[in-house]
């Protein structure tokens, strides 16, 4: 039993870590929404995520190909890091223009609320699915015990789902860090895409610079902040 708490805690915690990407993918898609709708935004395309990763789970231990080359040598985890990776470069540039050039309120009309609800959620499930496959195939690699790896998830998924919301919008109150957010996840998007090319890139050599950055950006926002409590 204690073997198996340990493996549990040990999946949890490589559940949130990875989590990371999807912290920021959750803010930049939700804040294209209505401040009314990004708290269901959030449960709703956390919860079908969770469904997703844990179906996805069942088909990796059912199809033990899933690493196998079909396609020359790529795998059909490679054609999804491959696709994955790509799908989030557009977006991050997509985000990165239309927040620029102050085109934010003409992506969505009102009158297209709905359809833009449903698309949020399903890039979010979609994306969910690219970030996960690693951890998942990982995890079926770690034990064959599918209610540790089911536990671990959807714990994780309720840390991930604490977390996304006042991160997200303390990233939508303050444009530059939105900016660098979505610089991030171009760096991701580029990452996701040489592991689907079987080129390995050490997850330190992304998050350390991005956590360098992120501390000089709250620096920056810090000592703005008073420079204009001074001047009041």
């Known amino acids: 039993m204690a073997d198996a708490l340990g493996l549990l805690a040990l999946l949890v915690g ?40 844990i179906l996805m789970l069942a088909i990796v231990v059912a199809l033990t190909g899933l690493t196998q080359p079909i396609v020359a040598t790529l795998s059909v985890r490679d054609l999804i890091l491959l696709a994955g990776g790509l799908f989030l470069l557009y977006k991050a540039v997509h985000e990165i223009h239309h927040t620029v050039e102050f085109k934010e309120a003409e992506e969505h009309p009102t009158n297209g609320a709905g359809a833009a609800f449903a698309a949020v959620i399903s890039q979010i499930v979609l994306l969910d699915i690219v970030f996960s496959i690693d951890s998942v195939i990982t995890a079926v690699g770690l034990t064959q015990h599918l209610w540790i790896i089911v536990t671990a998830v959807i714990l994780s998924f309720v840390g991930i789902l604490f977390f996304a919301g006042p991160i997200g919008e303390f990233i939508l109150r303050h444009p530059a860090l939105k900016i660098l957010a979505l610089s991030f996840l171009i760096t991701i998007g580029v990452t996701i895409f040489m592991e689907g090319l079987h080129k390995h890139v050490p997850k330190a050599y992304i998050y350390l610079p991005m956590g360098f950055a992120l501390m000089v950006e709250i620096l920056q926002m810090r000592y703005e902040h008073n420079r204009q409590r001074q001047k009041g």
């Open 14 to 53: 490589l559940e949130l870590v990875l989590g990371v990407d999807n912290v920021l993918v959750i803010a930049i898609f939700v804040g294209r929404l209505p401040a009314s709708q990004r708290k269901r935004a959030r449960f709703i395309g956390l919860s079908l995520a969770m469904l997703a990763r």
